[in-house]
Every structure is written in structure tokens, then in C-alpha cells.
């Protein structure tokens, strides 16, 4: 016999009822707003070309202007109190699905102007999302929950995708992750929207630690969400690379779903570890790099929960939700943008502290859990409803896309079974800076610039400004990209980090690599040359090297102690090939240099720069011991300098 409730006694719901709608809304936006964290560097790159202070101006505003968003959303929907609801989020996640989807569609200025107003959205829609997650009983902890999961589905995406995201491709793929994701987060945003209205669950304050995210955001798409980092940094290949971090990023979420809060003794070591995974993340190489992402990954969701998890409320109004919320935006952009502008305007000490500083004030912000006074609290208790389990199934989408991903990926120094040798002479050379894949008309074209070399049927391609995971470079691993996309064997050798250098590509085997450091002079960014040895058909030993030398045009002390190093480190024994961007013309001392020492150029008169318009010979090819037949440059706006063409013979 079943009891009948008093009158006015409001229905009873599950336990769990909502948990998974609002944790999957969180981890929809999170997927969403990383991806636009990554766009907004090549659209940012776009105003660099203005110069230094211009994109950093353009940066903070554009990032500030999230407060504004905020603002706008909680009174469209009369949320005087500054505490968003449901309908708050539903709005803005209308309002971003329908920006990205426009954005897929746009190039040139308008992607510029209409990018930037989009991650201005993303983050400002996730900050209030994650305002009305975590003000209510357990919440931090689902905020936290679903921060994780969106980070995981987003390197799982990226996988299966390459790393080259759906916002910058202009085929069927693009459109359909555009409209998976727009049209997820709106349905999502509409269920939370029904099950509030019939449970009447509000959030009943907003977490004081809200600029908490924003230092989140910046290690997200750094490190956490950026798997193209990791395999850079780690020597492995991206797919296993990825699939190590999913894995690690699904058991830190999974920690976060028993029903206690941890002790505090587990909360401070997480804290520490927290701050020590992301410095030897940065610092150190090969395994303990990716030892390092994965304590990273287990540690961080703790460290949110307990950052979310105030128990006093954060003063109410719109004004002071939208500030918060401003500041989530400048601590998101503020770390990247010192860290990346350092290499153009070297900063004091070594960049890396600019995150690492990054990571130690959002371990901090966990610490003190308890926030004393005597106020009503909001989000106790802490203790997650018992009948969580259906949000251990969320856990699951990030590591199947994962597991996808690495069919296609699986390498990152190979990517195909190559012959020993090369075909049949004259052998065909493509040089080309690629300008870390941004071309000067805002695109991220990985494509057009692999459609662009094909149509050379090179034998050997020499690049320069190769990025594995940069954030201004949309974070794409152009090197496994473009190995697997040509068919072509790659080596990589890291210049200003290791995420940024030179690369050879061949269709044989490369034998006997070695990495040059290049003197750093007057800077402002460390530049290297990578040797590789091509055999020609007959067996014939032919070095290949790929070199970048610094680029500011004051800078030919430099280019000439760079050259000479370049020269002691790797004696000449014909034949050989010097190929690159030497930031030198016709007559200057770089090329007088290179001349008197034996090394003959391809040609001394076709423009390579700008892409746009050439006024400069600044890209060339040298030999010793070899003939060259033909040189052509190719029209192509790709990047900001044409590739270079040669047809040449061994002597």
C-alpha cells in the first residue's frame, strides 16, 4: 500500500535527479569553450601583425568582454540577484550554438570579428554555467566533474580529428562537429531548463572562488586539453599520447563521484602534486613529461571541487557576477598571452613560471575549503547524493573518441612504411616557412598547405615554424598531421620550445638526425637547425638541413654567429642541402657568408615575402655538390611566406 504526501509536500525526486543534465551541460560548454581558447590564437595572430601592444590589447579585450556577456544574459532573463538559473543558461547556450555554427561558415575579417565575439560567449556562458552548478548543495563538486569530462571529450575529439579542430576546416567534418556540438549543448541547456522548472532546484548563491576557472582554462588549453602538447613534449606518439591522457583525465574525474568530500591531508598533497605536475610537464621531456600530465590529470579534480566549494556566498548583483566573471575571462588569456608574447618580447625570467605561477594560485584556491562567518551556507553539505552512477557513464564518450583517434595517429615520427632510398634523380625540394599553420587572412589551413606541397611531388621537404600544440597556432601537431596527410616520413627538431621548430619530411628514410641549438644573440627567440641524411637512388649520402635564423632585420650579428655555428657543428661534406628561412636578402653579410664557404643558391632573385604581396628574398636553398635545374615559387597565401621549388641533381 502505497502512502499518499500531505498536501503542498513537493514531489519527491531521485537522489541523483539533474546531477547528470547539469554535469553534461558543464562538460558540452567546456568542450566548446576550449576549442574557441584555441581559435583565438590565430585569430589574435592576425592583430600580432599590427604589432606587440595591438594584439595584446585586442587579447584582454576580447577576454574582458566575457564580464559583459554575463551581464547582458542575467538581465535578458531579469536575474537582478547576479545568480543565473537555468533559463540564464539556456539563452547563452543558444546564443553561442548559434555563433558557432556562424563562425564555421566565415573567413577573413569577418571570422576575426565574429571569432573573437564568440569566445567572448564561450567563456562567459561556461563561467555562469559553472555559477549555477556550484551554488547548491555538492555542487563544486559537479562543476568539477563536468570541467573534467569536457576536457577529456575535447582531447578525444582532437584526436579524431587530428588536432586540427572542426572551426578551422571548411568540409562536411567541420560542419558536422559544429552542429553536434551546438545543437548538444542547446538540448542540454533545454532538459536542465524542464527538470528545474519541475523540481524547483535553483541554485541558491554563487561560489566566492568563481576566478577560479579562469586559471583553469589557461593549464586546459595548455596542457590539460592539449594532446599535441603532451606528444611534443613527451616523445610519444600522439595517439598513445592522448589516449594516456583520457584515461588519466576519466580517474581523476572518477575520483570526484564518491559520496565524501576528501580529507584535508588528500586535498593539500593534491594541491602540491598539482603545482609539481604542471612544472615538470613544462620542464622536463620524454616519459616523465607524460608521468608528470597524468599526476596532473589525477590531482586537478580535486583541487576544483574544493576551489568550488565555499561555504559562504559571494556578495549578489549583477555587477559583481559580471566582474567575476571578467576576471575569469583576464585569467584565462592573461598566463597564455605573457607566456606566448615572451617570445617576441622575452619577459625577465623563463616563461614556463608564468604558468607554473599559474597552477600555483589555483591549488591554493583549494585549500581552505571552509570560508568562516557566520552566513548561511550554500553548498552544504558536500556530500554527493548517493545514486551517482549514471554520471560514470559521461566518462565514457571522451575515451571511445580516444580510442578512435588512434587508428589514424598512432605515430608521430613516421608516417608511412618509406623505401631506404629515394627515387630516381633530380630529386624535387620544397623549403617553406609555414608560419606555425595561420595564414595572413586568419585561416588555419592544414589542408591547402598539405595539397600545396603534394602538387610539388617532392622527394624532401624542409619546414620552418612547425608548432605541436601551440596555442596561437590553433594547438594543431602539424608534424603528425602532415606526415600522415603526405604519406612521408617527419622528424621534428624543437627551436623556440618544444612546440615550435624545423621539420624534414621525405618519402624514403631519414638517417642520422641531429638537432642544432642555435645561438640566441640578441633573441628574441631561440632558434635551431635540424640535418637529416636523404640516400639517393644510386646510395648516395645527401644531408638535408632545415635551418631558421633570427628575424629581425637589425638582427645580423646573429644570423652571422648562428651561421657560423650551424657550420662548426656540422662540417660540410658534399653533397649537401641548406635549406630555410635565413631572414637575409640578396648582398647582405649572411649570404656573402654562406657564398665564401662554398654553399651555391638555388637562384638570388624570386620573392618569397610577404605571402601576400613578395618584396623580400628571405627564403633559400643552398647546395654543395649538387646541381640545380629549376627554382619556382608558388602563388599561395597559406602562410606568410611562399614555398620555395627546386629540381636539383647530385654531382
Known amino acids: 500500500m502505497t502512502s499518499t504526501p500531505p498536501a503542498g509536500t513537493p514531489a519527491r525526486t531521485p537522489p541523483d535527479a539533474g546531477t547528470p543534465t547539469r554535469v553534461w551541460l558543464v562538460a558540452l560548454l567546456t568542450v566548446l569553450c576550449v576549442e574557441m581558447i584555441r581559435a583565438s590564437g590565430p585569430l589574435l595572430d592576425r592583430a600580432f601583425a599590427a604589432g606587440v601592444v595591438d594584439a595584446a590589447l585586442t587579447a584582454l579585450g576580447t577576454y574582458a568582454a566575457a564580464g559583459l556577456v554575463a551581464a547582458l544574459l542575467l538581465l535578458a532573463v531579469r536575474r537582478t540577484s547576479g545568480t543565473p538559473d537555468a533559463r540564464t543558461l539556456l539563452v547563452g547556450s543558444a546564443v553561442l550554438g548559434t555563433l558557432r555554427l556562424v563562425i564555421q561558415a566565415l573567413d577573413g575579417g569577418a571570422l576575426f570579428v565574429v571569432g573573437l565575439v564568440t569566445v567572448a560567449v564561450a567563456v562567459g556562458v561556461l ?17 568539477a566533474i563536468g570541467l573534467m569530462i569536457g576536457c577529456g571529450l575535447s582531447v578525444g575529439l582532437q584526436l579524431v580529428l587530428g588536432t586540427w579542430d572542426a572551426v578551422s576546416r571548411d568540409g562536411w567534418g567541420g560542419w558536422a562537429v559544429a552542429v553536434v556540438l551546438a545543437v548538444g ?26 576566478w577560479v576557472l579562469g586559471l583553469f582554462l589557461a593549464l586546459a588549453a595548455m596542457i590539460v586539453a592539449n594532446p599535441a602538447f603532451v606528444a611534443s613534449q613527451s616523445g610519444v606518439a600522439l595517439g598513445w599520447a592522448g589516449l594516456v591522457v583520457v584515461v588519466a583525465n576519466a580517474l581523476g574525474a572518477w575520483t570526484l ?15 602540491v ?51 567575476a566573471t571578467l576576471v575569469v ?14 617570445y617576441d618580447v622575452p619577459l625577465p625570467v623563463d616563461n614556463v613560471w608564468v604558468i607554473v605561477l599559474a597552477a600555483l594560485g589555483l591549488a591554493l584556491s583549494g585549500l581552505r575549503r571552509r570560508t568562516p562567518g557566520a552566513v548561511p551556507a550554500i553548498t552544504s553539505p558536500d556530500r554527493l547524493p548517493a545514486r551517482t552512477s549514471s554520471v560514470r557513464l559521461l566518462l565514457l564518450p571522451a575515451v571511445v573518441l580516444a580510442a578512435i583517434g588512434l587508428v589514424p595517429s598512432t605515430t608521430s615520427t613516421t608516417g608511412a612504411d618509406v623505401p ?7 630529386l624535387t625540394l620544397v623549403d617553406w616557412n609555414l608560419h606555425y599553420g595561420v595564414s595572413p587572412l586568419t585561416a588555419v589551413d592544414l589542408e591547402g598547405i598539405a595539397a600545396t606541397i603534394e602538387a610539388q611531388d617532392p622527394d624532401v621537404v624542409t619546414l620552418q615554424e612547425v608548432q605541436r600544440g601551440w596555442v596561437f597556432g590553433g594547438g594543431s601537431d602539424m608534424a603528425t598531421w602532415l606526415a600522415h596527410r603526405l604519406d612521408m616520413t617527419i622528424h621534428f627538431g624543437s627551436a623556440a620550445d618544444h612546440q615550435f621548430g624545423n621539420a624534414v619530411l621525405a618519402r624514403s628514410e631519414l638517417s642520422h638526425v641531429v638537432v642544432h641549438p642555435l645561438p640566441y644573440g640578441a633573441g628574441p627567440q631561440s632558434r635551431s637547425a635540424l640535418s637529416t641524411t636523404l640516400t639517393t637512388a644510386d646510395g648516395t649520402s645527401l644531408r638535408v638541413t632545415s635551418i631558421h635564423t633570427q628575424h629581425r632585420e637589425s638582427n645580423t650579428p646573429t644570423r652571422l654567429e648562428q651561421l657560423e655555428a650551424l657550420a662548426e657543428a656540422e662540417p660540410v661534406t658534399p653533397p649537401a642541402v641548406l635549406a630555410g628561412d635565413v631572414n637575409a636578402e640578396p648582398g647582405w653579410p649572411e649570404i656573402e657568408l654562406l657564398e665564401a664557404a662554398g654553399w651555391v643558391p ?12 613578395p618584396a623580400y628574398k628571405i627564403d633559400w636553398v643552398f647546395g654543395q655538390g649538387v646541381t640545380f635545374a629549376t627554382t619556382t615559387v608558388p602563388a599561395t597565401t597559406l602562410s606568410d611566406h611562399r614555398p620555395v621549388v627546386v629540381e636539383l641533381t647530385v654531382d
Open 273 to 323: 602534486l598539482l603545482v609539481a605536475g604542471v612544472a615538470c610537464a613544462l620542464w622536463l621531456t620524454g616519459i616523465a613529461a607524460l608521468v608528470a600530465v597524468v599526476v596532473l590529470q589525477l590531482t586537478l579534480g580535486i583541487v576544483l571541487s574544493a576551489a568550488f566549494s565555499a561555504h559562504r556566498p559571494a556578495p549578489r548583483g549583477i555587477a559583481r557576477t559580471a566582474s
Open 420 to 426: 631506404a632510398r629515394a627515387a630516381d634523380e633530380p
Open 185 to 210: 549543448v542547446v538540448v542540454t541547456a533545454r532538459g536542465l531548463v524542464a527538470f528545474t522548472a519541475a523540481s524547483a532546484a535553483e541554485a541558491t548563491g554563487r561560489p566566492r572562488r568563481l
Open 329 to 342: 575571462g583576464l585569467g584565462t588569456i592573461g598566463p597564455l598571452l605573457l607566456y606566448m608574447l615572451d
Open 127 to 143: 563561467t555562469l554555467a559553472v555559477a549555477f552548478v556550484a551554488g547548491r548543495p555538492a555542487g563544486g563538486r559537479q562543476a
Open 602 to 613: 638555388s637562384d638570388s632573385e624570386l620573392l618569397t615575402s610577404p605571402a601576400t604581396d
Open 257 to 271: 563521484l564518491r559520496p565524501d568530500p576528501w580529507p584535508g591531508g588528500v586535498r593539500v598533497g593534491a594541491a
